[in-house]
């Protein structure tokens, strides 16, 4: 039986590759490490000679992408002695700052849209201890403020302007770079505050520099047309989408995620929230995966793009599935159309409605 070390987060593992000092205390969850999923049923019926892959990083230890970010954000406000943090959020990213401040036994404020965050990601602020404000109004104005407050109280800013969640989230490219033994030809992702392309694009443009790799990806990211400030070349004053994850009108990390798509050659595009959902629901159905909404968006865009032929066949595309669907299990109930039978307790009746279904 061949042991092998525990693994412990992307800090310990990514140690070369990131701004932390030998002493740095760390506080990590085991974050990382995420599975890259081939997509067997959904590609076959594609009919297309491609290779897609998904980085399922809904099996972080909160549930998304953000932990990768925050092991780095949390650790440096740490040790730089600061007692609280605070960010905005959608809802992940309050997941994940009230997780890491409780590991590591800090205050995390969190301002959330009231009413549009999915039910999973308010049960963990709250259950992690998280000093919770709902705002009236939407992830933008919750920004704005945060960034105000800042200035004005002894506070650390845990959104992805905070450089060392970039800095973490970039491991995921490493990660993928690691288990093709190259770079993909495509990266497919969702696109809201900007902070995750950016972090990609600084990974794998990390790797090719130092020349571990030959090559960096198209960076290809994906909006909901209700919040697709990207798409119209301005910030948006109403973002609306079922996607609010991704509910977003006025992106921080504006001029990096243009970077990244110039640079790399790739492009952006929108999905309608229909889209969307159909897409997370073939994902679910076809290949036993269940991310959120938002996250299905990578994989409507790389099946559209790969359809449409501006992915040529031969391609290696990879797609980020940014959280997991048991955030949002509310949407994922309302669109299930599949059978649930109410039968008595017997034999009879559970033998009976099994045989209508095999007919
Ligand atoms: N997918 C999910 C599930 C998200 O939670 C987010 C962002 C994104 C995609 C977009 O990533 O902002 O780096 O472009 N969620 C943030 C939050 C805004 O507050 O949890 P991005």
Redesign the pocket.
Known sequence: MPFRPRYTGVIDRYRDFLPIHEDTRIISLGEGNTPLIRLHNIQRELGKEVNIYVKYEGLNPTG?F?DRGMTMAITQTVNAGNQAVICA??????ASAAAYAARAGITAFVLIPDGKIAQGKLAQAMMHGAIIFQIQGN?DDGMRLVKEVASHAPVEIVN?INPFRLQGQKTAAFEIIEELGRAPDYHCL????????SAYWLGYTQFYQIGIVTTRPRMCAYQASGAAPFLRGHPVENPETIAT??R?GNPQSWDKAWAAQRESGGWFDEFSDEEILATQKLLAEREGIFC?P??AIAVAGALRDVKSGKIPEGSTITCTL??HGLKDPDTAIRQSTGPVIKVKATLEEVKGAILDHLV
């Not at 959020?89 to 309050?94: A, D, E, K, L």
């Open positions: 998304s953000k959020s959608t809802g992940n990213t309050s992830f992805s969702p696109l809201g505050n900007a902070g995750n392309i994850a991704i977003i959120e938002a996250s940014t959280g």
